[in-house]
């Protein structure tokens, strides 16, 4: 039985910076800052460690003034395009357009009226960047929820299509569309009925997903779900926890779904009482040490020599633990025995070594 590769669905392709999303190029990735947008080398700090995780885009809040004028700065030195994020006041839009946004993300509902969104859209048209339309179940337009009395998918999908025939009469076509819920299941269904309909590109997530691992969970599983329908053009896992622990577990997502590999993804065992090495602070300490790494290098660190062996074996690096000692295996071969002490050290060289040749 062959395995499945999912086929994406055709959408329109735009440009966020020199980064190309839609119409089957790479599935990007996003996550957003959380320093104060005001505090500029804070801010690019964290840009610049999000970069290095494989982050394609950011964005910032743009709340303020004080934030607009700070805009200018960390999109002139951010080193990946920048997205600013705009709530509430659409002359902060405008401003971080002229500023050289690369993009803005706007809720057509919070920005106070079409007169507003027009004059965003013509701000964005004439600089020539993309307007992401966000629309949150947790802020839908009023007349939506009488209509449909609470936020449900269908109104979800009804107030992204009012925006983007808004857009599109205006001649407006570089966008691309949110539907977020903090439930899964609405979220899958709002963008499986929008995505039915318009060939936008879309950015997927589950909006509010929560701390670490509920967050990763409830986002692997709504944005995996829609991904493997071949739904989603950029993914941002939002998560109350670091950024980058959101581009981590975005690639672990689409690792997982083979869509877009990078870095090194760790085999382990949950360990039993067969186990006879430590291995739960081995692979911390593996996976810390090769997070820098960008090449996609399958690494096993296994507890014992029942399942340890064959994943090593298929692993490009790999130990198979034993009693206070493991044996290493290169590209399916044994190649020698290894002191537990010894075995972080030696396995972080080999990959190291691996991923520069
Ligand atoms: Fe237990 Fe060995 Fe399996 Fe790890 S590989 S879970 S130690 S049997």
Redesign the pocket.
């Known amino acids: 039985m062959k395995t499945e590769t999912i086929k994406r669905k055709k959408s329109r392709r735009i440009y966020i910076g020199e980064v190309p999303i839609g119409d089957g190029a790479p599935i990007v990735v996003q996550s957003m800052t959380n320093t104060p947008t005001g505090d500029v080398g804070a801010t690019l700090d964290q840009i610049r460690c999000l970069a290095q995780a494989g982050c394609d885009v950011a964005r910032v809040a743009v709340p303020d003034d004080e934030a607009a004028r700070a805009f200018v700065e960390i999109r002139e030195q951010s080193p990946i395009p920048v997205i600013a994020d705009i709530h509430f006041d659409y002359r902060l839009a405008i401003k971080t357009i002229h500023a050289g946004a690369h993009g803005v993300r706007i809720n057509p509902g919070n920005i106070g009226g079409t007169d507003r969104f027009a004059a965003v859209i013509e701000a964005a048209k004439e600089a020539g960047i993309c307007i992401r339309v966000g629309v949150n179940a947790g802020s839908l337009e009023k007349s939506l929820l009488e209509t449909f009395g609470s936020p449900t998918p269908e109104a979800m999908v009804q107030s992204a299509l009012t925006y983007t025939a808004f857009m599109e009469n205006r001649g407006f076509h570089n966008y691309k569309v949110s539907l977020k819920s903090s439930d899964v299941l609405a979220t899958v269904a709002a963008y499986r009925e929008f995505s039915r309909v318009s060939d936008a590109p879309l950015h997927v997530g589950v909006t509010e997903a929560g701390p670490l691992v509920q967050g990763t969970v409830k986002s692997a599983l709504g944005i995996g779900l829609l991904l493997y329908e071949g739904i989603g053009d950029t993914i941002r896992v939002s998560l109350s926890t670091s950024p980058v622990q959101e581009v981590r577990a975005a690639y672990a997502i689409l690792r997982t779904l083979r869509l877009r590999e990078r870095g090194v993804e760790i085999i382990s065992?949950?360990?039993?009482?067969?186990?006879g090495i430590d291995?739960f602070s081995a692979v911390e300490r593996v996976e810390e040490m090769l997070s820098t790494i960008t090449s996609p290098l399958k690494v096993a660190v296994?507890?014992?020599?029942?399942?340890?062996p064959g994943?090593a074996r298929e692993a490009d690096v790999g130990v198979a633990?034993g009693q206070g000692q493991g044996v290493l295996f290169k590209k399916g071969k044994l190649v020698r025995k290894l002191r537990e002490e010894e075995i972080v050290e030696v396995l972080v060289a080999e990959v190291r070594n691996m991923a520069s040749s």
């Open positions: 065992c949950p360990t039993c009482g067969r186990c291995l296994m507890g014992c020599v029942v399942n340890g994943e633990g």
